[in-house]
């Protein structure tokens, strides 16, 4: 039995893949951004080991969080599912991009890290000469470019860890919205399969998912400068080192 921790688990994806995860027996604590959604996320997910609340929008709020996952003991894996699409550039930036960073950073290290992508990344670019001057060119194809450089910087400085991206597919959730052609079940399989398969395939590490095959992503995301680069100026930003 593992012990799983998922980032915006109140609804859509993060609460399918709750919702599978304890459905094979594994134990689920779930994230909300406020305590009236996370209520309704108990609700919603009988069976899960408790809810935590932050807003993931606000950097202080993010790094309370990790303090209270911590607080929790050690978890097998994290899903760093949380993400906002419809949204100015500056919330995109800070629930899309620094708060999977300072996450990353300061809760402790699970053997696995399952963070969500996106197929739109393939048209972002990392601008980092943005972070500190102009946020407001930040788009939601540039964050998801900058969670995979996040994931693979993770799987390159942490061996003994896997972190693993995963693109779920254009889906029919609240924020793929309802005329979205993937499939929802495949939207979901993948994370929870990454989270906790004994399956040779799943325990790899700097790799790109799509319905549990390995897919072509952006390779500006293999750039090792580019990687530390991003690493430092999310430091300068949060004052969270990478460990």
Same mark, same amino acid.
């Given at each position: 039995? +593992?012990?799983?921790?998922?980032?915006?688990?109140?609804?859509?994806?993060?609460?399918? +893949?709750?919702?599978?995860? #304890?459905?094979?027996?594994?134990?689920?604590?779930?994230?909300?951004?406020?305590?009236?959604?996370?209520?309704?996320?108990?609700?919603?997910? *009988?069976?899960?080991?408790?809810?935590?609340? %932050?807003?993931?929008?606000? #950097?202080?709020?993010?790094?309370?969080?990790?303090?209270?996952?911590?607080?929790?003991?050690?978890?097998?894996?994290? &899903?760093?599912?949380?993400?906002?699409?419809?949204?100015?550039?500056?919330? #995109?930036?800070?629930?899309?991009?620094? %708060?999977?960073?300072?996450?990353?950073?300061?809760?402790?290290?699970?053997?696995?890290?399952?963070?969500?992508?996106?197929?739109?990344?393939?048209?972002?670019?990392?601008? @980092?000469?943005?972070?500190?001057?102009?946020?407001?060119?930040?788009?939601?194809?540039?964050?998801?470019?900058?969670?995979?450089?996040?994931?693979?910087?993770?799987?390159?400085?942490?061996?003994?860890? /896997?972190?693993? +991206?995963?693109?779920?597919?254009?889906? *029919?959730?609240?924020?793929?919205?309802?005329?979205?052609?993937?499939?929802?079940?495949?939207?979901?399989?993948?994370?929870?399969?990454?989270?906790?398969?004994?399956?040779?395939? %799943?325990?790899?590490?700097?790799? /790109?998912?799509?319905?549990?095959?390995?897919?072509? /992503?952006?390779?500006?995301?293999?750039?090792? @400068?580019?990687?530390?680069?991003?690493?430092?100026?999310?430091?300068? &930003?949060?004052?969270?080192?990478?460990?």
């Amino acid at each position: 039995m +593992a012990r799983i921790f998922i980032t915006g688990s109140a609804d859509g994806l993060g609460q399918l +893949a709750a919702i599978a995860l #304890i459905t094979q027996g594994h134990q689920v604590v779930l994230h909300a951004r406020n305590e009236k959604r996370g209520q309704e996320a108990l609700e919603k997910v *009988p069976g899960a080991e408790s809810v935590l609340t %932050a807003d993931l929008g606000n #950097i202080d709020d993010t790094k309370q969080l990790a303090s209270k996952v911590n607080a929790l003991g050690k978890f097998d894996a994290v &899903i760093h599912n949380a993400g906002v699409y419809r949204a100015s550039p500056e919330e #995109i930036f800070t629930v899309n991009t620094l %708060a999977p960073y300072i996450l990353t950073c300061l809760i402790q290290t699970p053997k696995r890290l399952i963070y969500l992508s996106s197929g739109m990344h393939l048209q972002g670019c990392s601008k @980092l000469e943005s972070f500190t001057t102009e946020i407001s060119r930040i788009t939601y194809s540039d964050s998801k470019l900058h969670v995979l450089m996040l994931c693979k910087a993770a799987a390159r400085k942490w061996p003994q860890a /896997y972190a693993n +991206a995963v693109d779920p597919g254009w889906v *029919p959730t609240k924020m793929g919205g309802q005329g979205a052609p993937d499939d929802l079940q495949k939207g979901y399989e993948t994370q929870v399969w990454l989270a906790v398969s004994n399956d040779e395939k %799943a325990k790899v590490s700097g790799r /790109y998912f799509h319905h549990q095959k390995e897919s072509l /992503y952006n390779p500006e995301a293999d750039d090792v @400068l580019s990687q530390d680069r991003f690493l430092s100026l999310c430091e300068e &930003i949060t004052g969270v080192s990478f460990p």
